[in-house]
């Protein structure tokens, strides 16, 4: 068995603020002298001992004396009071007076602390105490009275702990009631009914899972929970957004979001169960041998016959009702029934309207993994006749594909995987379609051809299981089906078959940025087929295909003519799906000729035409374009309602992560960023099971550029790291990825780093997109960088490094100007966000060989007015750091105005990097922000700039230099240092210095040891 190490032992503790509060707060009425008893509860797992023990610990920091002990799982029989003595025990020995004086003073403790083998009587310490008086046997063996024993030693335990507490505050900690034996349970009961005004808390916590009807403990504690000294604290499970914490704080590297999600299904929200499965990732296994152990564990007290029930329970693949085991487990009513109630009373089954299932999902894997390969393959044979009976019920089909698979039926499995198919795609679920359409495929071989569904060949199933891959956030796999289906074509299919079939492989492959090539050399495969054919439905498909891929590679002549002869076509023979989706082309291309009114009505008419007929995907599209004209004309309050409709319906219709569902999410997650909307938590976090890579790495896209703004720039990094390898699925998580990089070289102040980060993004898009817009961006951010290290390398005199800076800034900007004067916009002309980073790349670009020029900055300002509250907020402590390096008159009031707007976005969005650059900005400048506290005013001989000018020359700056540092002239620091000089009595800068630091106007910079 393979022993797993508890992985969270070295993390904060995660998400119990409000247990930890109640906890503290007993803890204060306890150094208050109002002495109580905690009792915390929860499941195997659930982190009571962690919450105790961080408890514990903030207890000893506050001087408390902390005593704990644990109970064992043994029988009724065994050591009576271990957790008390385990707990005392750390008292022999001790040098304290006040230790030493209450032990001696109770001799009875003898009596407790022996039990694991310390203070033995005769001894030195603890066992000088004497016993108690009593009746000695015809052996000379000491007999007590049991009762009188008992209750000495009670009152001693009790006596111990209230002297201890006259010093200090004292905690008992007892762990793990429900395996008391009945002394301890009675000790406990004894030592809460006489809290009273001692410094004393008393904790235990117990397992709820444990505690079936008969248990012990039960009336012990429906007796101590009456006491009003008696607190009762349930630990639940981590809620979703607690358990996601808890996940990404184990975690040593960024996790996949599908795999972190899946982690987070499967435990349930148990950190013990997340640390196992964690630990587990590594080598793949299904369920970690040690936690399987100790779930099966659980199981061995019950009887034989409520252990069979429970695997029967377990093949079932989900909840089962009453009628149902009755007839799969073939058992007497009453014996069924005595079954399920032990069951249920140990907390291993619960009952939810009428059906019984695991409490625990992964108890019921540990009970199927824990089966014979006869004895799961007997029940579920068992479960598939009973399903068969049942024709008609919603669900059944894909139950009974299931059972039929696991017990070899595979003439059954694949019929009913195929009806199961067919209803999850009526109802919204392609991920659900595309298993079944899989497990299909999986098995077609080995069914006979005679025993296969009518009308149903394998070319079907392939096209079929690439559609609802991509329905459903696979790109990768939908590419793969379609190919696959394409290799079985030959000249027994037939022509329009063909033509379908390649027409398919298109559409998945335009998924992907990487594999658009392949998608033309498709289409026109697909068109050559049926060019000369009359007008079908497969002919209208082509060229409505072919419409969208002539206008996404920039020939929108024969965009338009196929999009046009596929609505004729489409009209003649009767497919609106065929004809919505050439009329949403024709609506994208009447936009980008700046005709808005025409492509709204196209697109109107086009979702219209999908809605006809049921076509979820080409109205989606349809929804997605409506959105996109809004959003490419900075009309982003209606982008925002369109995209969320978008994403509605994609829920709806099942569509969430599709192509088209994915685009929908990202763009409105990055218009939520660029409006100063931003989400409260990772808005890609719930990703499911199954999505590929590139389709989660797309919403991490957007998510990234918030990740980055907030300054959890260590986060960012590693969403960076992990984007790298879907640079080639979509330039746009190329740009993303590239740009986040460089905003946090820039934030971390390595401007190195962040100009290398600028290159390396560029040239890729030069690859793949030579002058996307896109690229502006990248271009404008590469040069806040080399405008940054061209200054410090000039304030320290490097002259070849600042060259070096503003030769990579020419270059950046030169490449930005070609993405502006090249790139093609989506609709007729640039966009405001086009505009608003075009004002932004000349703004930053008349900074390189000196001070900024003011009046491009305020361009840039007012074209960020356009909605984009975070990059506006920017461009006003960038417009002020303008004004104040060239001081012109009334320039200073106006920088203060721009850092007042910028500090105030910057505070209510959370943007610490940014804040933290205006609050600097604000400070050099002597500029007083709202909420910060005001610069002091200097009492001593020099005024605050005086002391800044002669702080800097102190360093060894030029004039030049320490007014490019305070944002004044050269001449305005000769003017302040003569000053200075005169107030010294000093003839010269150096001799100032040394004066400054003689009076301790100057705090001489510490030396380093060599």
Same mark, same amino acid.
């Given at each position: 068995?393979?022993?797993?190490?508890?992985?969270?032992?070295?993390?904060?503790?995660?998400?119990?603020?409000?247990?930890?509060?109640?906890?503290?707060?007993?803890?204060?009425?306890?150094?208050?002298?109002?002495?109580?008893?905690?009792?915390?509860?929860?499941?195997?797992?659930?982190g009571?001992?962690?919450?105790?023990?961080?408890l514990?610990?903030?207890?000893?920091?506050?001087?408390?004396?902390?005593?704990?002990?644990?109970?064992?799982?043994?029988?009724?029989?065994?050591?009576?009071?271990l957790p008390f003595?385990?707990a005392?025990?750390?008292?022999?020995?001790?040098?304290?007076p006040?230790?030493?004086?209450?032990?001696?003073?109770?001799?009875?403790?003898s009596?407790?602390?022996p039990?694991?083998?310390?203070?033995?009587p005769?001894?030195?310490?603890?066992?000088?105490?004497?016993m108690?008086?009593?009746?000695?046997?015809?052996?000379?063996?000491?007999?007590?009275d049991?009762?009188? /024993?008992?209750?000495?030693?009670?009152?001693?335990?009790?006596?111990?702990? !209230?002297?201890?507490?006259? *010093?200090?505050?004292?905690?008992v900690?007892?762990?793990?009631?429900?395996?008391?034996?009945?002394?301890?349970?009675?000790l406990?009961?004894?030592?809460?009914?006489?809290?009273?005004?001692?410094?004393?808390? &008393?904790?235990?916590s117990?397992?709820e899972?444990?505690?079936?009807?008969?248990?012990?403990?039960?009336?012990v504690l429906?007796?101590?929970i009456?006491?009003?000294?008696?607190?009762?604290?349930?630990?639940?499970? @981590?809620?979703e957004?607690?358990?996601?914490t808890?996940?990404?704080?184990?975690?040593?590297?960024v996790?996949?979001?599908?795999?972190?999600?899946?982690?987070?299904?499967?435990?349930?929200?148990?950190?013990?169960?997340?640390?196992?499965?964690?630990?587990?990732?590594?080598?793949?296994?299904?369920?970690?041998a040690?936690?399987?152990?100790g779930?099966?564990?659980?199981?061995?007290?019950?009887?034989?016959t409520?252990?069979?029930?429970?695997?029967i329970?377990?093949?079932a693949?989900?909840?089962?009702?009453?009628?149902?085991?009755?007839?799969?487990?073939?058992?007497d009513e009453?014996?069924? #029934?005595?079954a399920?109630?032990?069951?249920v009373?140990?907390?291993?089954l619960?009952?939810?309207?009428?059906?019984?299932? @695991?409490?625990?999902a992964?108890?019921?894997?540990?009970?199927?993994?824990?089966?014979?390969?006869?004895?799961?393959?007997?029940?579920?044979?068992?479960?598939?006749?009973?399903?068969?009976?049942?024709?008609?019920?919603?669900?059944r089909d894909?139950?009974?594909?299931?059972?039929?698979?696991?017990?070899?039926?595979?003439?059954t499995?694949?019929?009913?995987?195929?009806?199961?198919?067919?209803?999850?795609?009526g109802?919204?679920?392609p991920?659900?379609?595309?298993?079944?359409?899989?497990?299909?495929?999986r &098995?077609?071989?080995?069914?006979?051809?005679?025993?296969?569904?009518?009308?149903?060949? %394998?070319?079907?199933?392939?096209?079929?299981a690439?559609? @609802?891959?991509?329905a459903?956030?696979?790109?990768e796999?939908? &590419? +793969?089906?379609?190919? *696959?289906?394409?290799?079985?074509?030959?000249?027994?299919? %037939?022509v329009?078959?063909?033509?379908?079939m390649?027409?398919?492989?298109?559409?998945?492959?335009?998924?992907?940025?990487?594999?658009?090539?392949?998608?033309?050399?498709?289409?026109d495969? +697909?068109?050559?087929?049926?060019?000369?054919?009359?007008?079908?439905?497969?002919?209208?498909?082509?060229?409505?295909t072919?419409?969208?891929i002539m206008?996404?590679? #920039?020939?929108?002549?024969?965009?338009?003519?196929?999009?046009?002869?596929?609505?004729?076509?489409?009209?003649?023979?009767?497919v609106?799906?065929?004809?919505g989706?050439?009329?949403?082309?024709?609506?994208?291309?009447?936009?980008?000729d700046?005709?808005? !009114?025409?492509?709204?009505?196209?697109?109107?008419?086009?979702?219209?035409?999908?809605?006809?007929?049921?076509?979820?995907?080409?109205?989606?599209?349809?929804?997605?374009?409506?959105?996109?004209?809004?959003? #490419?004309?900075?009309?982003?309050?209606?982008?925002?309602?369109?995209?969320?409709? /978008?994403i509605?319906y994609? $829920?709806?219709?099942?569509?969430?992560?599709?192509? @088209?569902?994915?685009?929908? =999410?990202a763009?409105?997650?990055?218009l939520?960023?660029?409006?100063?909307?931003w989400?409260?938590?990772?808005? !890609? /976090?719930?990703?499911?099971?199954?999505?590929?890579g590139?389709?989660?790495?797309?919403?991490?896209?957007?998510?990234?550029?918030?990740?980055?703004?907030?300054?959890?720039?260590?986060?960012?990094?590693?969403?960076?790291?992990?984007?790298? $390898?879907?640079?080639?699925?979509?330039?746009?998580?190329?740009?993303?990825?590239?740009?986040?990089?460089?905003?946090?070289?820039?934030?971390?102040?390595?401007?190195?780093t962040?100009?290398a980060?600028?290159?390396q993004?560029?040239g890729?898009?030069?690859?793949?997109?030579?002058?996307?817009?896109?690229?502006?961006?990248?271009?404008a951010?590469?040069l806040?960088?080399?405008?940054?290290?061209?200054a410090?390398?000039r304030?320290?005199?490097?002259? +070849?490094?600042?060259?070096a800076?503003?030769?990579?800034?020419?270059?950046?900007?030169?490449?930005?100007?070609?993405?502006?004067?090249n790139?093609?916009?989506?609709?007729?002309?640039?966009?405001?966000?086009?505009?608003?980073?075009?004002?932004?790349?000349?703004?930053?670009g008349?900074?390189? *060989?000196?001070?900024?020029?003011?009046?491009?900055?305020?361009?840039?300002?007012? +074209?960020f007015?356009?909605?984009?509250?975070?990059?506006?907020? &920017?461009?006003?402590?960038?417009?002020?750091?303008?004004?104040l390096?060239?001081?012109?008159?009334?320039?200073?009031?106006?920088?203060?105005?721009e850092l007042?707007?910028?500090?105030?976005v910057a505070? =209510?969005?959370? $943007?610490?990097?940014? /804040?933290?650059?205006i609050g600097?900005l604000?400070?050099?400048?002597?500029?007083?922000?709202?909420?910060?506290?005001?610069?002091?005013?200097?009492?001593?001989?020099?005024?605050?700039?005086?002391?800044?000018?002669?702080?800097?020359?102190?360093?060894?700056?030029?004039?030049?230099?320490?007014?490019?540092?305070?944002y004044?002239?050269?001449?305005t620091?000769?003017?302040?240092? *003569?000053?200075?000089?005169?107030k010294?009595?000093?003839?010269?800068?150096?001799?100032?210095?040394?004066?400054?630091?003689?009076?301790?106007?100057?705090?001489r910079?510490?030396?380093t040891?060599?």
């Amino acid at each position: 068995m393979r022993l797993v190490a508890r992985l969270g032992s070295g993390i904060p503790l995660v998400a119990r603020a409000g247990e930890m509060r109640r906890l503290r707060a007993a803890l204060g009425r306890a150094e208050r002298a109002e002495a109580s008893a905690v009792l915390l509860s929860g499941d195997a797992g659930v982190g009571k001992t962690r919450v105790l023990a961080e408890l514990s610990e903030y207890a000893a920091g506050r001087g408390a004396l902390v005593l704990t002990g644990r109970c064992l799982d043994v029988s009724e029989g065994g050591l009576p009071y271990l957790p008390f003595a385990e707990a005392l025990t750390p008292l022999i020995g001790s040098t304290d007076p006040a230790v030493v004086e209450a032990l001696a003073a109770r001799p009875a403790l003898s009596r407790l602390l022996p039990i694991i083998g310390l203070g033995t009587p005769g001894g030195e310490g603890v066992g000088q105490l004497s016993m108690p008086d009593g009746v000695h046997d015809a052996k000379g063996r000491l007999r007590q009275d049991h009762d009188l /024993g008992q209750l000495q030693l009670y009152d001693a335990v009790l006596g111990v702990l !209230t002297d201890l507490a006259e *010093s200090r505050s004292v905690v008992v900690v007892i762990e793990d009631l429900h395996w008391a034996d009945s002394s301890t349970r009675n000790l406990l009961s004894f030592l809460i009914s006489r809290l009273r005004g001692q410094r004393l808390l &008393i904790l235990g916590s117990y397992r709820e899972e444990d505690l079936y009807r008969r248990h012990p403990l039960r009336e012990v504690l429906a007796e101590l929970i009456r006491s009003a000294s008696v607190e009762r604290i349930d630990l639940p499970p @981590f809620g979703e957004d607690d358990a996601r914490t808890f996940v990404t704080a184990l975690a040593e590297e960024v996790m996949r979001p599908e795999m972190v999600t899946e982690v987070i299904e499967r435990s349930q929200g148990n950190p013990f169960f997340v640390e196992e499965l964690l630990a587990s990732q590594a080598d793949g296994s299904d369920l970690p041998a040690g936690l399987a152990e100790g779930l099966l564990s659980r199981l061995e007290r019950l009887t034989p016959t409520t252990q069979r029930v429970l695997r029967i329970i377990s093949v079932a693949d989900g909840r089962v009702a009453h009628t149902a085991l009755t007839e799969i487990a073939g058992m007497d009513e009453l014996e069924l #029934d005595e079954a399920l109630r032990e069951a249920v009373q140990h907390h291993v089954l619960n009952i939810e309207n009428g059906y019984y299932g @695991f409490r625990h999902a992964l108890l019921q894997e540990a009970v199927y993994g824990d089966l014979l390969p006869g004895e799961r393959s007997r029940i579920h044979h068992a479960y598939a006749v009973r399903l068969q009976g049942q024709p008609g019920k919603r669900g059944r089909d894909g139950l009974l594909a299931y059972h039929s698979l696991q017990s070899n039926d595979l003439v059954t499995a694949l019929a009913a995987s195929m009806r199961a198919g067919e209803e999850a795609e009526g109802l919204g679920a392609p991920a659900a379609a595309l298993g079944h359409v899989e497990t299909g495929l999986r &098995i077609w071989d080995a069914v006979p051809a005679a025993d296969r569904p009518d009308g149903l060949d %394998e070319l079907t199933l392939l096209s079929e299981a690439s559609y @609802f891959a991509g329905a459903s956030g696979d790109p990768e796999r939908a &590419i +793969a089906y379609a190919r *696959s289906a394409v290799e079985q074509l030959d000249d027994t299919v %037939e022509v329009t078959l063909a033509a379908t079939m390649w027409r398919r492989l298109s559409q998945a492959l335009m998924m992907m940025d990487s594999t658009w090539d392949e998608a033309i050399e498709a289409i026109d495969r +697909a068109w050559m087929l049926v060019k000369d054919g009359e007008a079908s439905r497969a002919r209208a498909w082509v060229l409505a295909t072919r419409a969208i891929i002539m206008r996404s590679i #920039d020939r929108p002549e024969e965009a338009r003519e196929s999009a046009q002869q596929a609505v004729t076509d489409a009209r003649a023979v009767g497919v609106d799906g065929a004809e919505g989706e050439a009329l949403i082309t024709l609506g994208a291309l009447a936009d980008s000729d700046g005709d808005v !009114t025409l492509s709204r009505e196209l697109l109107g008419e086009a979702q219209r035409k999908a809605q006809r007929t049921g076509a979820l995907t080409v109205e989606l599209r349809a929804r997605y374009y409506l959105a996109l004209g809004y959003d #490419d004309r900075a009309d982003l309050e209606q982008a925002l309602r369109c995209y969320q409709e /978008g994403i509605d319906y994609a $829920a709806k219709a099942g569509l969430t992560w599709s192509s @088209f569902g994915i685009e929908l =999410r990202a763009r409105h997650l990055f218009l939520r960023y660029v409006t100063g909307d931003w989400p409260s938590d990772d808005a !890609t /976090g719930r990703l499911r099971r199954g999505i590929s890579g590139a389709s989660a790495a797309r919403l991490t896209a957007s998510w990234v550029y918030i990740v980055v703004a907030r300054g959890q720039l260590t986060d960012a990094e590693r969403l960076i790291a992990d984007l790298r $390898a879907h640079w080639q699925a979509d330039w746009v998580i190329a740009m993303s990825a590239g740009a986040a990089g460089v905003e946090v070289a820039c934030w971390q102040g390595d401007y190195d780093t962040a100009i290398a980060r600028t290159r390396q993004t560029i040239g890729w898009l030069q690859e793949g997109e030579p002058w996307t817009l896109g690229g502006v961006r990248i271009a404008a951010l590469g040069l806040a960088a080399c405008v940054a290290r061209a200054a410090a390398a000039r304030l320290h005199g490097d002259g +070849a490094a600042a060259q070096a800076a503003v030769d990579a800034g020419h270059t950046f900007l030169e490449y930005g100007r070609g993405c502006l004067a090249n790139g093609q916009p989506r609709g007729d002309t640039l966009g405001g966000e086009g505009l608003a980073w075009q004002a932004r790349l000349e703004a930053m670009g008349s900074g390189l *060989s000196g001070p900024a020029d003011p009046a491009l900055w305020a361009a840039a300002v007012q +074209a960020f007015g356009y909605g984009a509250v975070y990059e506006l907020a &920017i461009s006003r402590w960038y417009y002020a750091a303008a004004l104040l390096g060239t001081g012109g008159p009334g320039d200073a009031d106006v920088a203060a105005k721009e850092l007042v707007s910028a500090h105030e976005v910057a505070q =209510r969005l959370g $943007a610490r990097p940014l /804040g933290a650059a205006i609050g600097d900005l604000a400070r050099r400048a002597r500029i007083e922000l709202p909420g910060t506290e005001p610069a002091r005013a200097v009492v001593d001989l020099l005024t605050g700039r005086e002391r800044d000018v002669l702080e800097r020359v102190a360093l060894g700056r030029t004039n030049r230099q320490v007014g490019e540092e305070l944002y004044i002239s050269e001449k305005t620091v000769s003017v302040h240092l *003569s000053r200075v000089m005169a107030k010294l009595g000093a003839s010269r800068r150096a001799e100032a210095v040394a004066i400054a630091y003689d009076r301790g106007l100057l705090v001489r910079p510490a030396t380093t040891a060599q």
